[in-house]
């Protein structure tokens, strides 16, 4: 394969000019950070028109464009201040973006790659943000938090609170401080903008991920959570002073139709060890010696509609994760192959979770999202 054939077969090549990352590093700049990427110049023209007081993100877990073009009218607070679509990271999974959006770094540099991960030290594929092996959720696995450090955790948030001039604030419905219904986080958004001081606020909501993962992006319950999420911030933003809005999402989501790995016991035999990073963007590690006969499997079974397969060689030279410092984790986290979903079709091995809808893969469904911006 050439150099640039990863490239010229997806529908779109995540533009890391253009991207989470990217946004991220204009509220970087914004609040005195250094800055290691392009900044996003229509946020930059926002910032420094109006100079606010307050920086208000709040990320909506799986709103991509393409949904809420589907779910909403044309005069909807969202869809009137859709200021851009823009590309997410790689993959289009929520460990991957959020961390980008809450540091400013590409996944190459921060190494949160996927749901899991492998992790070359302990030799294990790990759940990230449940700090456990790979099929072994709810036992926290202590190797792993002996290295965990060698991923990059230090947030925006983090950041400006240690630089002492301005405040940071990161609203999540866990950990300390978490927020108890959507009713409550807008609340605490409210409140904190009334505090004197330059802030930026940072919120993450779960839905309507959870949801769509259940029901489909399309489902009635999955509208529901969107249009009132879509009602809620606007009233919100009627009750904002001197505040710059953005809501955006991490990534899109798309329907799938499952496809059982340990119904393919011949591809199985050939692992090295558990698959991951994601069911839409699968990295393989094979035995040695049986890196072509995995690939010639792998290509009769679901290279021609469902799969596009790459070896990790050129996926680090086509700087699909981004470009940056890499992080000491992340090429060993790709093993040999690394296998990314180009239809409605998605692996589910030993150890993944069944879905009704997903994301990570490379459709225009998954990959872009809205970036919505009001002065209030």
Known sequence: MQKYAIIKTMQVKNNYNECLTNLACSIRNYFGLPFNHKTLEFIDEYLEEHEPTNVVVILLDGMGTKIIERTLPEDSFFRKNLAKSITTVFPATTTAATTSIRTGLNPVEHGWLGWTTYIKPIDKVITL????????????????????????????????????????????????????????????????????????????????????????????????????????????AKELKDTLLIV?????????????????????????????????????????????????????YFGNTSYDLYDTKDVVESKLFGDGLENELFEPALGDFLAIAKSTECLVAPGDEVLVSHHAGYTDDEVYVPIIVKQC
Not at 155 to 180: C, H, R, S, W
Not at 189 to 201: F, H, L, R, V
């Open 129 to 236: 943000f449940m700090n456990s092996e790979k099929g072994h959720d709810g036992e926290t696995c202590e190797e792993f938090l002996g290295v965990k450090n060698k991923l990059a955790s230090e947030t925006i948030v983090d950041e400006i609170n240690k630089q002492g001039k301005f405040k940071g604030l990161e609203l999540m419905p866990f950990g300390e401080n978490a927020y108890n219904s959507l009713d409550d986080m807008l609340e605490k958004i409210k409140a904190e903008t009334k505090k004197p001081g330059k802030k930026y606020i940072y919120a993450y909501d779960v839905e309507p991920d959870g949801t769509m993962h259940e029901t489909g992006p399309d489902s009635g319950a999955s509208k529901k959570l969107i249009i009132e999420r879509n009602d809620k911030i606007e009233q919100l």
């Open 248 to 300: 955006l999402s991490d990534h899109g989501h798309i329907k799938v139709k499952n496809i059982f790995l340990n119904k393919y016991p011949d591809i199985l035999d050939l692992l090295d060890r558990k698959t991951s990073i994601d069911q839409r963007a699968v990295a393989f590690k094979v035995k040695d010696g049986k890196k072509e006969e995995f690939r010639n499997k792998f290509e009769n």
